[in-house]
């Protein structure tokens, strides 16, 4: 009598895999100028926040984001489309004032650093030439803020809107 042994082996596609787990390098700021500044930074699998402003110092959280919260964080990078970010963004005409931006992250399948002041990539990822936060760029800050646990991080105000 033959006995056969059925593997099945079951191929899951690289980009799952990246998404289903924290990224190895992960830091973002906002910078308002006179307004707050957000610092978030990866360390040692906890996540810390910094919100300061002109008038306090710094105040520091450790947060521990859940694995489904990282998921929902991969795939909102996905959806806004930020690996086609440029790594720098600057309006047209200067502005000494306003808001700086930077964003630096690292999965096996995808890295990015990126940044900007008072200038934000459009949905395909191009500078706007212009300080006024885009859809995409709320969408980024959005993503953050839910991987925070809805701690605050986002632009003041756009400069052109004072």
Not at 99 to 122: A, E, H, I, Q
């Amino acid at each position: 009598m033959t006995r056969h042994l059925l593997i099945a082996v079951v191929a899951i596609p690289f980009a799952s895999v990246a998404s289903a787990q924290a990224p190895s390098r992960f830091s973002t700021s906002i910078d308002n100028f006179g307004g707050h500044s957000y610092g978030v930074e990866l360390r040692d699998g906890k996540v810390v926040y910094s919100d300061t402003t002109a008038e306090s110092a710094a105040e520091s959280t450790a947060v521990i984001p859940s694995p489904e919260q990282w998921r929902a964080f991969r795939h909102a990078l996905d959806e806004i489309g930020v690996w086609a970010w440029h790594q720098t963004y600057m309006p047209n005409e200067i502005i000494l004032d306003g808001t700086s931006w930077s964003f630096s992250v690292r999965y096996p399948d995808y890295s990015l650093v990126t940044g900007g002041g008072n200038c934000y990539p459009d949905e395909h990822g191009e500078p706007t030439g212009v300080p006024l936060r885009t859809p995409a760029f709320r969408q980024f800050e959005a993503a953050v803020e839910a991987l925070l646990g809805g701690r605050s991080f986002r632009s003041a105000h756009d400069a052109a809107n004072r």
